[in-house]
C-alpha cells in the first residue's frame, strides 16, 4: 500500500481504537458502581445511604485517577508512563471477579460510613482507580499524536461521558433483572479482558505517533475530522478560574447526592432510582462538551430559576409533591443546573497542555460536592439541609442575563429585597398560626404563593434570585407544616427520623423521610394500646390473639423496632427479643419523652443491635414461637430478609410449630408475590391479609391499613389463623424466580404512585 495510503488508514483506525477504548473503561467504570452498591446492599440494610456513600469512594478515586494521569504526564518520560500504566492495568485483573472480600462484617453500633470506604477500596479500589485514569491519559495521548483532531481531544470526554450513561442504564435494565450478582460480576470481568486489549492498541499507537513525531503520522483526507475541533478555548489557567472549576463542578455533584436522596428516602434501594440523577449528570457533560452540542446555553439559563424555584416548593412548604411530580422536577432541576454549570465550565476550558490539570480541577469540585452530602452533612445537620443549601448556591451561580445595567442601587437591593421578603414571609406565618389556622392548601395559597412569585421576579439578577429563596427557606422554620410542630429530628446513616405530635389524633408520631414508623395514643389510658399498622384488631393482632393460648408467644422475635408498639402484645415474665440495625431508633424508641412502649407496656426487652440476619446466626436452634418480621414498610427494603437463604435461616430458629408473620405493607412495593414464592420454594404453607380499607372513625382512633403473611410448616398450624376473618391463601407466582442472595429484582415490584 503507497505511504499516503497507510496514512489515510491509520488516522481512522487511530481514532476508532481511542474512541473505542475511552468509550469501554467508561463503560465498565459506571457498570462497576451500581453492580458493586448492590452486592454491599445487603450488608447494610437496604440503606439507600448505601449508594451515597459508593457514589463518594467513586468520585474520590475518580480524582486520584486523574491526579494520577496529570502527575504522570508532567513528570515521567513517556516510555515510563507506558510501562507504569500497563502494569496498572494489568495488576488491577487480580481482583476480578469482583466480589465481596470474605467475613467482612459491618460494625453493629458505630456509623458504618468509614467500614463501607474501607470494603470498597480492598475489593475494587485498584480496577475503579486504573479505569478513572484512562480517559485523562488516552486524551493527552491522544492530544500529542499528530492527528488532525488532536487540537481539540474534548470530544474523547463527551465520548467517555456517553459510554458512562450506556453503563449506568445497562445495569438497572439488563443487567440485575436478568443476571445474578456472580454472574454481573463474571461479564464485567471479561470484558475488562477486551478493555485490555484495546488499551494495548492505544499504547502502540501513541508510541508510533511519538516515534514519527509529526503529524503526517495520522494525515487523514480533508473534511474527515471530527466536526468541531479546533473549537475556542480559554488562552489562560488562573487561579481564579481554577476556582471557578471547582465551584461550578461542586453545585452539580452536589445536586445530584441531594436529588438521590430526595427521591428515595420513601422508596426502595432499586438501582434505577440510583441512577437516574447519575445519568443527568453525565448526560450534561456529554451535551456541552460535544462538537455538535445544539443546546442553547442561554436558553437553559434563563428556564432554570423556574425549576430551582419548584425543586425548593417541597422543603418550604415541609410536605412532599405526589411522587411522579417530586420525581419530575428534581429530575429537571438537577439536569438544567447541570448544564448551565458545565456548560459554563466547557465553555471556559483550556488548551490541550493543560488538558489534564483541567480535569483534576473538576474532579476535586465532584468530589468535594459528593463528600459534603455523604460525609459531612450527616454530622452537621439532623435533616437534609444540604439540599436546600445547594439549590442557593445553584441559584447564585446562574449566569446574568446579558445587556442589564448594574448600579449601586440595585446592588443594594440584592440584599435589602429578600431580606424584607423574608420577614414578610415569618410575619405571615406566624399571623396565620397564631389565629388557629391550619397548614393546608388555602395556608400555602394566602403565604407563599405570593412569595414565591416575588422570588421568580428577582430570577433576572442571580445575587438577587439566591438569596431571596434563601429567604423563603428560612422564614418557613417557622411554620409547622403538615407533620406538626416536630419535637426532636436525628440523622443517622440509615435516614431521617422525626417525632412529632398529632393533635387530630392525640397521638405521638415516628417519621423515617415521610413515612411512619410508629404512632402512640398521648392519652395515659391508652398509652399501651398499640397503633398504626399493630392494632388489636388488625392482621397481627389476629396472630398473637390466635397463638396466645398455645405457648408461642413465650418466646418472639421480632426484626424492625420502630416505635415499639408490638412490646404491648408480650405477656408478664416473657420479653420479646428485638433485631434493630439503626441506635438512632432504639434510642427514640426507648427516650420516655417521645415514646413509652419499651419502658411502660410489658416486660423490658432484648434489643440486638446489627444486622438481623447476622445477629439471627448467634440465637438458639428452634427457640422462637413466632418471628415478626417488621423491616418491609414504607422506605427501603432490606431485600436479604426476604431470599431463600434468609427464610431457612429463620426457619432453623423457629420451633417446629412456629409461625413466620411478615409485615409487608409497602407503599411503593408489592411483596405478595415474592412472599408467595419463597414460600412454596421452602414447603411452607402461607395465609395474607390486606387490611387496607380503614373507616375515617378507625383512622382517628390511629389504625392504619396495613398487610401481613403469616407461615408455617403445616397446614394444621395455620387452623387457629385460618379460622381468623379476612385471611386467604397466599399463591405463588409462577412467572417470576424466587429470591436468593445472588438475584432479586425490585423492578419487578415496582408500583411508582
Not at 449508594?51 to 502527575?71: D, E, N, R, S
Not at 479500589?125 to 478513572?132: A, I, K, Q, T, V
Not at 395514643?521 to 388488625?538: E, F, K
Amino acid at each position: 500500500m503507497p505511504a499516503k495510503g497507510i496514512r489515510q488508514f491509520w488516522g481512522p483506525f487511530a481514532l476508532t481504537i481511542y474512541s473505542t477504548a475511552t468509550f469501554l473503561s467508561a463503560v465498565l467504570l459506571f457498570l462497576m458502581e451500581p453492580m458493586f452498591a448492590r452486592m454491599a446492599l445487603p450488608l447494610l440494610g437496604g440503606s439507600a445511604a448505601v449508594w451515597t456513600t459508593c457514589l463518594v469512594f467513586f468520585q474520590a478515586m475518580l480524582l486520584l485517577g486523574y491526579a494520577y494521569a496529570h502527575l504522570s504526564m508532567k513528570l515521567l518520560p513517556w516510555s515510563v508512563q507506558i510501562g507504569l500504566y500497563l502494569t496498572l492495568a494489568l495488576a488491577a485483573s487480580v481482583f476480578l471477579p469482583v466480589h465481596l472480600p470474605w467475613a467482612w462484617v459491618p460494625p453493629p453500633l458505630a456509623n458504618p460510613t468509614i467500614w463501607l470506604l474501607r470494603l470498597l477500596l480492598v475489593a475494587v479500589g485498584l480496577p475503579f482507580f486504573m479505569l478513572s485514569a484512562t480517559t485523562p491519559i488516552l486524551q493527552k495521548w491522544f492530544a500529542q499524536s499528530g492527528h488532525p483532531n488532536a487540537a481539540d481531544p474534548y470530544f474523547l470526554y463527551s465520548s467517555s461521558n456517553s459510554g458512562s450513561l450506556l453503563g449506568l442504564m445497562l445495569y438497572p435494565f439488563a443487567l440485575e433483572p436478568l443476571m445474578t450478582v456472580s454472574n454481573q460480576a463474571r461479564l464485567w470481568a471479561y470484558a475488562y479482558g477486551v478493555f485490555l486489549v484495546l488499551a494495548a492498541g492505544s499504547i502502540l499507537l501513541a508510541w508510533r505517533g511519538l516515534r514519527r513525531g509529526s503529524a503526517a503520522a495520522f494525515t487523514v483526507p480533508q473534511g474527515e475530522g471530527i466536526e468541531g475541533a479546533g473549537a475556542r478555548v480559554s488562552e489562560q489557567t488562573t487561579w481564579r478560574r481554577r476556582m471557578e472549576w471547582v465551584v461550578r463542578a461542586f453545585v452539580p455533584s452536589s445536586l445530584m447526592l441531594g436529588v438521590t436522596s430526595a427521591i428515595t428516602t420513601d422508596v426502595p434501594a432499586v438501582p434505577l432510582l440510583w441512577v437516574l440523577p447519575l445519568a443527568l449528570y453525565l448526560l450534561s457533560f456529554v451535551l456541552v462538551f460535544s462538537p455538535v452540542n445544539r443546546i442553547s446555553h442561554r436558553w437553559v439559563s434563563r428556564r432554570t430559576p423556574v425549576l430551582i424555584l419548584a425543586a425548593a416548593v417541597p422543603v418550604v412548604l415541609k410536605g412532599t409533591l405526589p411522587y411522579s411530580a417530586l420525581l419530575g422536577v428534581d429530575l429537571l432541576t438537577l439536569f438544567a443546573v447541570s448544564l448551565v454549570c458545565h456548560g459554563e465550565i466547557a465553555r471556559s476550558r483550556p488548551d490541550p497542555q493543560h488538558l489534564t490539570g483541567f480535569y483534576l480541577w473538576i474532579s476535586i469540585g465532584g468530589v468535594l460536592g459528593g463528600a459534603f452530602n455523604a460525609l459531612l452533612a450527616p454530622l452537621i445537620f439532623n435533616s437534609l439541609v444540604e439540599f436546600p443549601l445547594v439549590l442557593v448556591l445553584a441559584a447564585l451561580l446562574i449566569p446574568p442575563v446579558e445587556g442589564h445595567e448594574d448600579t449601586p442601587r440595585l446592588q443594594r437591593n440584592d440584599y435589602l429585597l429578600p431580606v424584607a421578603l423574608g420577614i414578610c414571609v415569618a410575619v405571615a406565618i406566624w399571623e396565620l398560626q397564631s389565629r388557629g389556622v391550619a397548614p393546608g392548601m388555602w395556608f400555602n395559597f394566602a403565604v407563599f404563593c405570593p412569595a414565591a412569585i416575588c422570588c421568580l421576579r428577582f430570577s433576572i439578577r442571580p445575587r438577587r434570585f439566591g438569596l431571596g429563596i434563601a429567604a423563603l427557606i428560612l422564614a418557613s422554620l417557622a411554620y409547622n407544616g403538615p407533620f406538626g410542630k416536630i419535637l426532636v429530628s436525628r440523622r443517622s446513616f440509615f435516614g431521617v427520623y422525626r417525632v412529632s405530635d398529632d393533635a387530630e389524633r392525640n397521638a405521638r408520631e415516628l417519621f423515617h423521610g415521610g413515612i411512619s414508623h410508629g404512632l402512640q395514643s398521648l392519652d395515659p389510658a391508652q398509652a399501651c394500646d398499640p397503633l398504626a399498622y399493630y392494632t388489636r384488631g388488625g392482621p397481627i393482632g389476629q396472630v398473637f390473639d390466635a397463638y396466645r393460648d398455645v405457648g408461642l408467644e413465650d418466646n418472639v422475635a421480632i426484626i424492625g423496632l420502630g416505635a415499639g408498639a408490638l412490646t404491648a402484645y408480650s405477656q408478664p415474665h416473657h420479653p420479646f427479643t428485638f433485631y434493630e440495625i439503626d441506635s438512632t431508633v432504639l434510642h427514640i424508641a426507648r427516650d420516655p419523652r417521645y415514646f413509652t412502649y419499651l419502658t411502660q407496656c410489658g416486660p423490658s426487652p432484648r434489643v440486638i443491635l446489627g444486622d438481623a440476619r447476622l445477629s439471627l446466626r448467634d440465637a438458639p436452634a428452634h427457640g422462637y414461637g413466632l418471628i415478626v418480621l417488621d423491616a418491609f414498610s414504607g422506605d427501603s427494603i432490606p431485600m436479604h430478609l426476604l431470599t431463600r437463604q434468609a427464610v431457612a435461616l429463620y426457619l432453623s430458629k423457629l420451633t417446629p410449630n412456629g409461625v413466620l408473620a411478615f409485615d409487608i405493607t409497602n407503599r411503593y412495593l408489592d411483596l405478595h408475590s415474592v412472599l408467595g414464592n419463597l414460600a412454596q420454594d421452602a414447603g411452607l404453607i402461607a395465609l395474607v391479609r390486606d387490611d387496607l380499607n380503614v373507616s375515617a372513625g378507625e383512622a382517628q382512633d390511629g389504625k392504619f391499613g396495613s398487610s401481613w403473611v403469616a407461615m408455617t410448616r403445616s397446614a394444621a398450624d395455620l387452623d387457629a389463623l385460618r379460622n381468623q376473618p379476612g385471611w386467604r391463601i397466599l399463591q405463588a407466582d409462577p412467572g417470576t424466580r424466587v429470591w436468593t442472595d445472588d438475584f432479586s429484582n425490585i423492578l419487578g415490584i415496582l408500583r411508582l404512585r
